[in-house]
């Protein structure tokens, strides 16, 4: 990719795009030599696994007052989960762990190569070009059908992690996914892209006129 020296802001937001997907490409070969190097003894670590946990009580106490003033400690914790799991005989919950974890990140891998194509248009000059709603439209699909996914995901039992043996009054509830912001976004997206269809249809009329 060759940078331009005219840096308008479309250029900046493209070439940010760029950067972004490849990142995250490579985050994913990142994790895995990571979790293979920390591997051992025929186990598989995954790393930060994102989950809300259920405390039934919190230590000393939930509630503290400070000059008239009431702070509520809630009891649902969002937090990172690490797995050791044997290799051996979870092979499938292991991959299927590893999809989860994984499948946030290629929803953005996705949504920012469509982004960059729209945005090297219109740092181009060609806001209008047709490609662009097409493009705008597989985003906004792409954010509505991975956000039900992720809210489908939320609601299966989670593989390896939701059968933990943990201390009593502590439950893992679900994985913390983002789900409704994705289908928000994704239908904001959709509506633009209808906004970009018919500036094209106008803009395709004044060159007819012109």
């Known amino acids: 990719m060759k940078l331009k020296k005219d840096w308008s802001p479309a250029y900046f937001l493209y070439y940010i795009c760029w950067i972004g997907y490849w990142t995250i490409g490579l985050s ?12 051992d003894n025929g186990k598989v670590v995954i790393l930060d696994v994102p989950v809300v946990m259920q405390v039934d009580h919190v230590p000393n106490q939930n509630e ?57 248009r219109v740092a181009e000059k060609d ?3 047709f490609q662009n709603q097409t493009y705008l439209y597989a985003i906004g699909w792409t954010l509505i059908i991975g956000g039900c996914i992720n809210l489908l995901l939320m609601l299966l039992p989670i593989p390896l992690i939701g059968t933990a043996d943990l201390p009593a009054g502590y439950e893992i509830k679900h994985l913390l996914l983002s789900g409704d912001l994705y289908i928000f976004g994704g239908i904001l997206v959709i509506v633009i892209s209808y906004v970009f269809k018919e500036g094209t249809r106008i803009y395709e009329e004044q060159k007819l006129t012109v």
């Open 127 to 129: 806001p209008f070009h």
């Open 64 to 120: 503290l007052n400070n000059d008239g003033n009431t702070l509520r400690i809630s009891e649902s914790i969002k937090t990172n989960v690490f797995v050791f799991a044997n290799s051996e005989n979870q092979k499938l919950k292991i991959a299927w762990l590893y999809a989860i974890k994984m499948f946030d990140g290629l929803i953005v891998f996705v949504v920012l190569i469509f982004l960059s194509r729209v945005l090297k």
């Open 28 to 39: 994913f070969v990142t994790v895995a030599t990571i979790s293979s190097l920390m591997s």
